[in-house]
Structures are given as structure tokens and as C-alpha cells.
């Protein structure tokens, strides 16, 4: 597909460049596949059940479990950001850790779902650092990152703000760049205390899913790797997009690009499946 020839909001870019964009506005549209709507699923009849727990906890001890996630999730943002890069180079080879990391984090799911809401005070914490070690091992696969940059650290944890594996999103380039200009030039305080407020949400659907301990074991490793594997996705789609905003002439110019490649790879599909429906 020539972009050039299909919109003039990329014509300020090379060719290489608006490729680039396209695999990443693909990326971004397959973000929900069909695993995190198996593992949704999974966590809905889960979650029937788990609410009840979480309902008798607050009733019995009046600890409202959903309202305390949000300063776990911040708690774990904070002391994970540079932790979670230890032992990996500035530079890497591409993800090479992708899989490692996702069985990492579906093991614990299942081992921390199999106990119910005890099995939370390790999933948890694995499960984040995991997430935060994979996308900082994909940031330094792209050229011009640099882990050990304020900068590149920064945009590891922009990742969790880039909306949610459970909400199905029309518009997920409006909600990327959103996120990104609500987040920009606020302080490393700042911008992992906003992060924590969507990423506790996530959180927060897990631990729903996972509260019945035996039953929530299934759940707990499905959710898992269907988070993993979104953030993994939309941290390809961020650095791809540095990527090229850093190559650009004219940095402003890659936003309403890449907008319009997600439009017309959007639209494209549509008249796919229609044609689809027709040939069937």
C-alpha cells in the first residue's frame, strides 16, 4: 500500500518511514486478538465469582480491595522502573526475551490464582516487573533508544498508559496520542502516578478474576499473557513511532501520518471483510 498516493498527510515522509508506520497502525489494531478475548472471557466468569469474595472482605474487614490497588500499582511502577533493567545492555538484538517473559508471567498467574487473593502478593509484583523488563527489552531493540536514558525510561512506563487489553477501542490512535500528550513533559512523580490510575484498573480486573482460589487458576494465567502480549504490542507501536518522529524533517508531521495509515488500514479490513461476506 503507497500512502503517498492515498493521502497527503504523509508527504513529508520517506517511504521507509510510512512503511514503518503502517506495521505499527497493524500492530495497533491487532492489539486485542483473540487470546485477550479468550482470556476476557475467562476472566468474566471469574470475576462473577470473584466479586462476591471481594464484596465479603469489604463487608467482614472494610478494606475495599479495588480503591487499594491504585497505590499498589503506583508502588510497584516506582520501585520497578529501574529495577526491572537491571542486567539487560543498552542495546539488544531484537526481543529475544518475548517468550521468556510471557511464561514468566503466565506461571505466575496460574500459581497466584490457584490461592485466590493470597496468591496476589507474588503474582502481582512478578507479573509488572515481567511486563516493565519485556517492554524495556523491546525499547532497546529500536534504534536511537537508550535504556539507561531518563528519556527511553520514561517512554517504558508510557506504555502502561496506552490504554487498556480489555477495552475495545474504534479510535485507539486518538487514545494513543492522548495519552501521550497528557503525559508529556510532566514529572517521573507525575507522569507514574497517572500511569498507575490506568494500569490499577487492569490490575484491578485481575484481581476480580483471580480472588476464588482453585478456580481463579486458569483465569489468572490467561490474563496474564493476555496483558503481556498487549503491552508487548503497544510498546512496538510507541517505539516505532520515535522511532520515526525521530528521523522526520518535521517531527509534528508524523501524528496526522500515522492517523491517517490507521484509517486506511482500517478501512481497508472493512472492505476485506465485506468482500469476504459476499464471496462466502
Same mark, same amino acid.
Given at each position: 500500500?503507497?500512502?503517498?498516493?492515498?493521502?497527503?498527510?504523509?508527504?513529508?515522509?520517506?517511504?521507509?518511514?510510512?512503511?514503518? &508506520?503502517?506495521?505499527?497502525?497493524?500492530? &495497533?489494531?491487532?492489539?486485542?486478538?483473540?487470546?485477550?478475548?479468550?482470556?476476557?472471557?475467562?476472566?468474566?466468569?471469574?470475576?462473577?465469582?470473584?466479586?462476591?469474595?471481594?464484596?465479603?472482605?469489604?463487608?467482614?474487614?472494610?478494606?475495599?480491595?479495588?480503591?487499594?490497588?491504585?497505590?499498589?500499582?503506583?508502588?510497584?511502577?516506582?520501585?520497578?522502573?529501574?529495577?526491572?533493567?537491571?542486567?539487560?545492555?543498552?542495546?539488544?538484538?531484537?526481543?529475544?526475551?518475548?517468550?521468556?517473559?510471557?511464561?514468566?508471567?503466565?506461571?505466575?498467574?496460574?500459581?497466584?490464582?490457584?490461592?485466590?487473593?493470597?496468591?496476589?502478593?507474588?503474582?502481582?509484583?512478578?507479573?509488572?516487573?515481567?511486563?516493565?523488563?519485556?517492554?524495556?527489552?523491546?525499547?532497546?531493540?529500536?534504534?536511537?533508544?537508550?535504556?539507561?536514558?531518563?528519556?527511553?525510561?520514561?517512554?517504558?512506563?508510557?506504555?502502561?498508559?496506552?490504554?487498556?487489553?480489555?477495552?475495545?477501542?474504534?479510535?485507539?490512535?486518538?487514545?494513543?496520542?492522548?495519552?501521550?500528550?497528557?503525559?508529556?513533559?510532566?514529572?517521573?512523580?507525575?507522569?507514574?502516578?497517572?500511569?498507575?490510575?490506568?494500569?490499577? &484498573?487492569? &490490575?484491578?480486573?485481575?484481581?476480580?478474576?483471580?480472588?476464588?482460589?482453585?478456580?481463579?487458576?486458569?483465569?489468572?494465567?490467561?490474563?496474564?499473557?493476555?496483558?503481556?502480549?498487549?503491552?508487548?504490542?503497544?510498546?512496538?507501536?510507541?517505539?516505532?513511532?520515535?522511532?520515526?518522529?525521530?528521523?522526520?524533517?518535521?517531527?509534528?508531521?508524523?501524528?496526522?501520518?500515522?492517523?491517517?495509515?490507521?484509517?486506511?488500514?482500517?478501512?481497508?479490513?472493512?472492505?476485506?471483510?465485506?468482500?469476504?461476506?459476499?464471496?462466502?
Amino acid at each position: 500500500m503507497d500512502f503517498f498516493n492515498n493521502t497527503n498527510a504523509c508527504a513529508g515522509l520517506a517511504q521507509n518511514d510510512c512503511d514503518e &508506520l503502517k506495521k505499527a497502525a497493524e500492530k &495497533l489494531l491487532d492489539a486485542r486478538n483473540v487470546v485477550i478475548k479468550i482470556a476476557e472471557q475467562l476472566g468474566d466468569a471469574a470475576s462473577w465469582a470473584g466479586g462476591h469474595v471481594v464484596d465479603a472482605i469489604k463487608d467482614k474487614f472494610g478494606i475495599d480491595v479495588p480503591d487499594k490497588i491504585q497505590s499498589v500499582a503506583s508502588e510497584l511502577l516506582w520501585n520497578f522502573q529501574n529495577a526491572s533493567m537491571i542486567g539487560l545492555d543498552n542495546e539488544g538484538a531484537g526481543d529475544r526475551w518475548e517468550w521468556l517473559h510471557k511464561g514468566i508471567v503466565v506461571i505466575s498467574g496460574a500459581s497466584g490464582g490457584f490461592f485466590g487473593l493470597p496468591g496476589l502478593l507474588w503474582d502481582l509484583p512478578i507479573t509488572t516487573v515481567n511486563i516493565m523488563r519485556s517492554v524495556a527489552d523491546i525499547a532497546r531493540s529500536y534504534p536511537g533508544e537508550d535504556i539507561s536514558a531518563d528519556d527511553t525510561k520514561r517512554a517504558c512506563i508510557e506504555v502502561f498508559a496506552m490504554g487498556s487489553p480489555l477495552i475495545d477501542d474504534d479510535d485507539a490512535e486518538l487514545g494513543y496520542w492522548a495519552a501521550r500528550v497528557g503525559l508529556n513533559h510532566v514529572s517521573v512523580e507525575l507522569l507514574i502516578k497517572t500511569v498507575a490510575a490506568r494500569y490499577g &484498573l487492569v &490490575l484491578s480486573e485481575k484481581i476480580l478474576a483471580q480472588a476464588v482460589p482453585v478456580a481463579g487458576a486458569i483465569a489468572g494465567g490467561a490474563l496474564n499473557y493476555a496483558f503481556i502480549d498487549y503491552y508487548q504490542e503497544m510498546a512496538r507501536v510507541h517505539f516505532a513511532v520515535r522511532g520515526v518522529e525521530r528521523r522526520a524533517p518535521d517531527p509534528s508531521a508524523v501524528r496526522p501520518c500515522f492517523s491517517a495509515v490507521v484509517r486506511t488500514v482500517r478501512e481497508g479490513r472493512k472492505i476485506g471483510g465485506r468482500r469476504s461476506e459476499k464471496d462466502a
